[in-house]
């Protein structure tokens, strides 16, 4: 198999795209890496095979601060009507269920911290989360949350978000919870989006519990999303 060229879409400085980079390099592909919020342009869709979309604080419909948003949602729909494998992660998964036509609103808890996974039947049958065990705690710093676009399957919900994932035509992924993250990926979210911790719930962690968390912890959401990842690249031959 050849080289696969990956465009990773990054919206702040502090989301980057962590252990998928790492998962990139480590399989021989190629990443190229676009700060949108710096101005950055988007290739040519003929020169990318996947499509990668990170998180940020921000939300889709922040248009008039940030305008690359509607042009990144365009982008979105061009990649998945050309046939290319997406991969969103938070508001990038938001970003594909818009460009699906799902509605994109704010979830009824803000969910901030190390909760677990439940994986729906689709999900379980999927095999994309293979190696990460049921109800298994991920990382999750989100407040919206997206509906199910039409036709894609439900894999996985929380306590606090219905929606955690979801497979569109076998090559599109949208994940809310952040199985990239690293211990200092976290550590950069606690320092710039701290404002977000004064709104307190049910689904909302102090940094010391969120910084709780041992370095098998996080090397478990590493190996769960090398596995899904590898299946991602094995369902696009499928097609």
Not at 67 to 86: D, H, M, N, V, Y
């Amino acid at each position: 198999m050849d080289p696969m060229r990956v465009c990773v879409l990054q919206h702040v400085p502090f989301e980057g795209p962590a252990v998928i980079g790492e998962w990139v390099r480590s399989r021989g592909h190629v990443l190229e890496l676009v700060r949108l919020d710096l101005g950055e342009p988007l290739p040519a869709l003929a020169e990318i095979d996947w499509l990668v979309v990170l998180g940020g604080p921000m939300g889709v419909d922040q248009e008039q601060c940030h305008p690359w948003l509607a042009t990144e949602r365009a982008f979105i729909s061009r990649a998945i009507g050309a046939g290319k494998t997406l991969v969103g992660v938070c508001l990038g998964a938001q970003q594909i269920a818009a460009a699906l036509g799902a509605r994109v609103s704010r979830n009824p808890e803000r969910e901030i911290g190390w909760f677990p996974l439940e994986l729906t039947s689709e999900g379980r049958a999927s095999g994309l989360f293979a190696g990460l065990p049921e109800g298994g705690e991920v990382f999750h710093w989100h407040g919206d949350t997206f509906a199910l676009p039409e036709g894609a399957q439900p894999l996985a919900a929380s306590a606090a978000c219905a929606n955690q994932g979801f497979l569109f035509e076998d090559r599109v992924l949208g994940l809310q919870c952040h199985l990239e993250a690293t211990a200092e990926g976290v550590e950069q979210l606690l320092v710039h989006c701290a404002d977000e911790l004064t709104d307190p719930g049910p689904f909302v962690q102090a940094p010391e519990l969120i910084r709780a968390r041992s370095v098998e912890h996080y090397a478990r959401l590493h190996r769960a999303l090398f596995v899904l990842l590898d299946r991602m690249v094995v369902l696009g031959q499928d097609l």
